[in-house]
């Protein structure tokens, strides 16, 4: 019983700690015999502005249970996101189907250079200063998806600083030639 009623406050703290937001409603029909069915897809980005941050897509008749549905999926999909002093530690790309995003570092003051649909991702991940820019088709699920990726695939300043034999310092101004 206590058991129970501490893991629903630590539920509770959780989903308190995560701002919430949703991209996009979008009103799907299908047609059938006896008319249109229609129904709801919601995109959504559940982030703590910390390094955490996930996209969900959920289905639905209704607008609210379609709105639950992303959020959880959102939460259920939540990765880590390597910051450096209020930006991304390097430049990336990814691509989602045929939307390709591009993230660079920003210097402070530059503030989130970004769409809408990449900007809910980055600000929600944390992230104060980034210049990005979205390439070929600005599908807002695949916009999300590929930023999300792109994300993912960010690596940190001392893991990278590991992996080459390197010091942090020389990882982010640069190794010099010889050295």
Known sequence: MVDEILEEEVIKRESEEFEERIVEIRRTAKVTKGGKTLS?????????????????????????????????????????????????????????????????PAAPGTGIIAGSVVRAVVELAG??????????????????????????GLVPPDKAARLRDLSVGQVIRGAKKGA
């Open 40 to 104: 709801f897809r919601v995109l959504a980005v559940v982030g703590n502005r910390k390094g955490k941050v996930g996209v969900g897509i959920g289905k639905a008749r209704e607008v609210p249970d379609a709105i639950r549905k992303a959020l959880s999926a959102a939460r259920a999909a939540l990765i880590d996101v390597p910051l450096y002093r209020g930006t991304i530690p390097h430049e990336v790309t990814a691509k989602q189907d045929a939307s390709v995003v591009l993230l660079k």
């Open 127 to 152: 992230v104060q200063n980034v210049l990005t820019k979205s390439l070929g088709s600005t599908n807002p699920v695949n916009l999300a998806l590929a930023t999300l990726k792109a994300l993912k």
